[in-house]
Each structure stands twice: as structure tokens, then as C-alpha cells.
């Protein structure tokens, strides 16, 4: 590798993000501490990086002081772990070697073996920043190697408060009460929900075209290609079916018969790790039954899509799916993935926060009698054995307190709720 092709890139690299505009996301990084930030493409992992050089500049540091190096740049494509150390030489070649540069390494899952070198960058006391949209980096073998000197945070898209940010809409004083306010925010809201929340995604006006670009990048490059997919076309099924089925807990065997019924061929092993691999490229969130035993909870999951603009490509009549799949979203954002799961037994629960002793159920209307008894039977069939657990359902924009004997259930419009949650610690 060319040491001064490596250079360009990290002159480059430094003028670019001081031209940023950087919408800000409400994080709090700690002094002195590693991390890695693990996403989707284009979820807005770099701009957590960039966001953090900026901070930085703003506390007094200078460019010279700081090493960024995308790994995704095509100059650097045939870099390998034995160029790595490299970079750091190329640094102090153009800068001196007075102090450790902070060090931001952005998709450096590209390169095999990367862990092992950033483990010796932490090890030798440089702070280090490091992203990549490959689950797989945070495999039990990776794990070890950072040997816990790193904090791992997950990428989400944006949040409405931060979409509404980024577009950029200033929220009037009490705007709930503007009939002109609340119908902009209204308009926010539906290309919200139905386009999705991805960084990028916000200023296009051909949404749709730009988020089907994205898909096949993912789809094409982060899973066909980076697990050796040959036959793409069953993996494109696997997904297109997952999409059809996110609201519905789907098993591995139900997956295969579908496949099957369209004149393919999948074996359960094929299915079970395709779906791992879209689990890998952050494309899918795969959900728990709580109640089940050991074995079925790996084999029958709930499966929502990291994003609603995406998961909209697949679908016909999309709104009561795109209105849990938001919920999903929401709910692993804030309090992780691992700590939300479905309750289903005799009757199901669409969501269950254990820690907050919290039952969600998701109905985009429950104007029509059954819907509204199916809903609430089944919220108060739970409380009768979770004493003092909060019930809540919610819609697309019914408001409503149900009181039955004991127990309450808050019907809640889907803005309200996304408003009244505090803004995530992870994303």
C-alpha cells in the first residue's frame, strides 16, 4: 500500500468534515474512552464520528491532533491488516509525532483482522473511534480481543425529534394547540413514517428511488456479496417474505414452505442463515417470544426492519405494519434490543418492557368493537397476573384512558408517544 495515497485520504478526509454541517444527536461522549458504533449503511454512523471531531475542534484541539480514515474510500480498497500500521506512520509523517493522534476508523470491518490492531492501539493508550455495519463485529471472538475496553453502542435512525431537527422544522410553543402547527408537524410525521428516518434520506424528493438505491447496496453488496450468496434470488425471497410477515411471530420452517411454494428450493439451515445474515447487516431486528421455551425462542421470532422507508418498499397496504414496525424500532432504541420481547400464549402481547413493567399493544385504530375488545382483553388478561404493570395502546391517532374495574389502559396517537419518550441514551 502507497503511504502517500494514504495521506491524500487523510488531507482529504479532514477538509471534508470541516465543511460539514453536522445535525447533532443528543449523545454524550465520555473523555478518554473507545468506542465502537455499529449500524445499518447510512444510518448516521459516520456523522456520530464527525460530530465527535467537531466537538473536539470546538474544545481546542486541531486537525493535526486528529487521524480519520474512511475505509470505505476506493483509494484505500486493497489495504490489509498488514498495511494498517501504515496509517499511523503516514500521521506522523505530516504532522510530528509531539503527541497520539485521536484516532477515527470509519468502516474498518472492510479490513480482516482489523480488531487485532485496534486492540494494540488501546493498548498502547491511543483513544480510538471506530464504526462498521457488520453485526460480526461484535462476534464472541471480537469481543475478546477488545477485551472490554470499549463501549459499544448500536445506530439507529433518526428519532422524530431529531428527523424534525434535520429537516430543519423549529417545534412553535405549544404547536399541539396550532390547528396550522399540528397539521405541519402532521405533514412531517407521514414521510416520517412511511420513508423512514435514515440520515440521507431526509432531503431527497425522489425518496423512494434513493431508499431502493440503498436496499440493493445493502442487500447486493453487505449480504449477497460479503457472505458469498449464490443464488440471490432465494435471499431476496427471505426478505420480501420477512417484510409480508413483520408483524407476525415467523418460524424458520414457515419461511422454507413460502420459498418452496414459489418453485425454490431452501433448506431450514439456508433459511435460518440468511436471516442471520440480514440480522448482521443491521437490515432486520429480530424479536424474543418472552413466554417460550429456550429452543422455540431462537427458532420463532418476531422480525421488524431497522427502518420504515425500507420496510415500505415491500409492501402494498403498508400503514398497520409501519405503524408496529415504528414501535419496534422505538422500543429497541431505547432500552436495547435484548430487553424487548412479545408475549404470546393464549393471547399476545406486541410488546413487553420488562424493566419498566410495560405491556404495549400496537392497533392502528380501534374505532371497530372487536378490534377494541381483542386489544384491551388481552392487556387486561396480563395485568390479572403482572400486578401494577402499565398498560398502553398505540394508535395512529386515537387518544383515549380506559378504566375497567382496577386497571387503566392508555390509548396513545403514535406522535404523542414518540414526543413523550425521553431522548434515547443509545441509538
Keep these: 500500500m502507497d503511504k502517500e495515497v494514504i495521506k491524500q485520504c487523510i488531507r482529504d478526509k479532514h477538509e471534508e468534515i ?58 484505500l480498497s486493497e489495504i490489509t491488516h498488514n498495511d494498517l500500521n501504515l496509517i499511523l506512520e503516514a500521521h506522523y509523517e505530516m504532522n510530528g509525532s509531539e503527541t497520539k493522534p485521536i484516532l477515527f476508523f470509519d468502516e474498518i470491518q472492510n479490513v ?33 480481543t477488545l477485551g472490554g475496553r470499549f463501549l459499544i453502542y448500536d445506530v439507529y435512525p ?15 410553543d405549544k404547536w399541539q394547540y396550532s390547528t396550522i402547527e399540528k397539521s405541519k408537524v402532521g405533514a412531517a410525521f407521514d414521510s416520517y413514517f ?25 442487500y447486493l453488496g453487505d449480504i449477497c456479496a460479503r457472505n458469498n450468496i449464490r443464488n440471490s434470488k432465494i435471499m431476496g425471497l427471505v426478505i420480501k417474505k420477512l417484510a409480508e410477515s413483520v408483524k407476525q ?8 414452505n413460502i420459498i418452496k411454494s414459489t418453485g ?44 420504515n422507508g425500507i420496510l415500505n418498499l415491500f409492501l402494498f397496504d403498508s400503514d398497520t405494519s409501519l405503524l408496529e414496525n415504528l414501535v419496534a424500532i422505538t422500543l429497541c432504541r431505547k432500552y436495547g434490543r435484548e430487553n424487548v420481547v412479545y408475549l404470546k400464549s393464549n393471547l399476545e402481547i406486541d410488546f413487553y418492557i420488562e424493566q419498566e413493567n410495560t405491556a404495549i399493544q400496537v392497533s392502528y385504530s380501534i374505532t371497530d368493537i372487536d378490534t377494541r375488545e381483542r386489544e384491551v382483553n388481552a392487556l ?48
Design 18 to 75: 470541516l465543511s460539514l454541517d453536522v445535525v447533532k444527536r443528543p449523545f454524550d461522549f465520555e473523555e478518554k474512552a473507545n468506542y465502537v458504533f455499529v449500524g445499518l449503511r447510512r444510518v448516521g454512523k459516520s456523522y456520530m464520528l464527525y460530530q465527535r471531531v467537531l466537538q473536539l475542534i470546538e474544545k481546542g484541539y486541531q486537525m493535526k491532533d486528529i487521524l480519520f480514515v474512511n475505509f470505505e474510500d476506493e483509494r
Design 112 to 144: 480482516e483482522h482489523w480488531d487485532k490492531f485496534v486492540r494494540r492501539l488501546a493498548d498502547a493508550k491511543y483513544t480510538v473511534y471506530v464504526t462498521g455495519s457488520n453485526a460480526k463485529m461484535l462476534s464472541s471472538d471480537v469481543a475478546t
Design 158 to 172: 433518526y428519532t422524530f425529534r431529531e428527523y424534525l431537527k434535520a429537516l430543519p422544522f423549529e417545534l412553535a
Design 194 to 218: 412511511k420513508f423512514g428516518g435514515l440520515p440521507e434520506m431526509v432531503h431527497f424528493k425522489d425518496k423512494r428511488s434513493a431508499l431502493q438505491s440503498l436496499y440493493q447496496k445493502i
Design 249 to 256: 411471530p415467523t418460524s424458520y420452517n414457515r419461511i422454507q
Design 264 to 307: 425454490n428450493n431452501a433448506t431450514v439451515s439456508t433459511v435460518s442463515d440468511y436471516i442471520n445474515y440480514a440480522i448482521e447487516a443491521w437490515l432486520i431486528l429480530p424479536i424474543e417470544n418472552g413466554l417460550a421455551k429456550i429452543g422455540e425462542r431462537e427458532s420463532v421470532k418476531k422480525y421488524y426492519f431497522i427502518d
Design 380 to 427: 387486561l388478561s396480563f395485568a390479572k397476573k403482572n400486578k401494577d404493570a402499565k398498560l398502553m395502546i398505540i394508535t395512529k391517532e386515537q387518544r383515549d384512558k380506559i378504566v375497567i374495574g382496577e386497571h387503566t389502559v392508555s390509548v396513545v396517537p403514535i406522535v404523542d408517544w414518540l414526543f413523550d419518550l425521553n431522548e434515547p441514551t443509545k441509538y
